[in-house]
């Protein structure tokens, strides 16, 4: 079996380079010198996105299923190929993917965890088929130690969208309320003591705002305009819900900042007119 690999980002080299480890892997980034630097260039074999179409599985990582798509239909030629794209995509684009490509086969299959979780192999799987075969769930299995089989295409795409939504709107909550203690002269840091051993603790309240918060860091390796291009792509599914609007609101703006996302608690800081101590 002939794999590919496209789409050397900040969660897609350390995905790469894990699956190198283990067996020959054939990448192309558009810019070359990330597939011929470091880690990378020891483990795999740079090629040309033309020298993909012999691939029995192509792995795309890439901003959106905007750009996996496009190069994917390319791909979509000669012999039949199976397209696992780890993109965070629209779920609407990942069933027109599908469709456009058969009889070659397209899994959408974003992945969770952040950079670290990719150079550990702990990230999350979720995969948009009802199953896989033995082989590609093994390959899956090198960089994620939890496979979910979420259903049909473009399910996978449709609940990552959502756990994004969740996981900056549980930032930004979580930060508001943060921040309303400390106007009242409570420490935020023995807050969130109390907090993370009680029943308001979320991941938020654990790592990001311990880790990338109270420590100026902002460094967790996932940019704020990939984070509203995943909320806005679960507008479709949350919009006549309660909440979605407003919280899906407060990132309006932040479309092209490629800041870190967890900057986005500056917002927050702004509009309550009190700041963080780092």
Not at 39 to 66: G, Y
Not at 184 to 201: C, K, M, V, Y
Request: hydrophobic content about 35%; some cysteine; charged content about 20%.
């Amino acid at each position: 079996m002939k794999i590919g690999f496209i789409g050397l980002g900040q969660i897609g080299l350390p995905t790469a380079i894990r699956i190198g480890k283990k067996v020959p892997l054939h990448v192309w980034n558009r810019t070359p010198e990330k597939a011929n630097t470091g880690v990378i260039a020891r483990n795999s074999i740079s090629s040309t996105l033309e020298q993909m179409h012999d691939k029995n599985v192509i792995f795309t990582c890439l901003p959106s299923t905007l750009e996996s798509g496009t190069i994917i239909r390319k791909l979509a030629c000669g012999k039949t190929k199976t397209f696992i794209d780890l993109s965070s995509g629209c779920f609407h684009q990942s069933r027109e993917i599908a469709a456009d490509i058969e009889p070659h086969t397209y899994i959408d299959a974003p992945i969770s965890g952040g950079p670290k979780g990719a150079e550990a192999g702990t990230l999350t799987s979720m995969v948009g088929a009802d199953t896989v075969s033995p082989d590609l769930r093994e390959l899956i299995g090198i960089y994620a130690n939890n496979i979910v089989l979420c259903g049909g295409v473009g399910n996978g795409n449709a609940i990552k969208s959502v756990n994004n939504y969740l996981n900056v709107s549980h930032l930004m909550l979580a930060s508001d309320a943060l921040l309303g203690l400390k106007k009242q002269g409570i420490d935020p840091a023995i807050a969130l003591e109390a907090i993370n051993g009680s029943s308001g603790r979320s991941l938020q309240t654990q790592e990001r705002i311990p880790n990338e918060i109270i420590t100026g860091n902002y460094n967790y390796g996932f940019k704020l305009n990939l984070m509203c291009k995943d909320v806005k792509n679960a507008n479709s599914l949350l919009n006549s819900g309660v909440f979605y609007n407003t919280m899906s609101q407060c990132l309006d703006g932040c479309e092209e900042v490629r800041d870190d996302y967890t900057t986005i608690v500056n917002k927050i800081e702004q509009w309550n007119n009190e700041e963080f101590d780092y």
